[in-house]
């Protein structure tokens, strides 16, 4: 349940960030980034942690996993391992 509701409210808010045209034309520019951000905290959410917990399991502080999950750190892959591993999931990286 509380993943659909916090995934309920993240949808709502989505949408409602990008009726504004600013706002819209960024996150088109930025795709791929907004893409890995928003399956973070997809995969987050449905594991039932919150940013403390997913900070702690890859042993770093709560402002870290906020900082990636507003699009305002740009982090290595190394840390993004980390997070992968924390949500019992894989990385992927490719160019196409």
């Known amino acids: 349940m509380l993943y659909y509701q916090s ?5 709502k808010i989505k949408e409602q960030l990008l009726k504004d045209k600013a706002t819209h034309k960024a ?9 890995l951000v928003q399956n973070i905290i997809e995969k987050r959410l449905a594991k039932g942690y919150t940013q403390a917990k997913l900070a702690n399991k890859i042993g770093t502080k709560q402002s870290s996993i906020a900082r990636l999950e507003s699009g305002n750190y740009n982090p290595s892959l190394a840390f993004l391992e980390r997070i992968a591993k924390a949500l019992d999931t894989q990385l992927t990286v490719s160019l196409s």
């Open 27 to 35: 996150y088109q520019e930025l795709g791929t980034e907004f893409a």
């Open 7 to 11: 995934m309920k409210s993240y949808t």
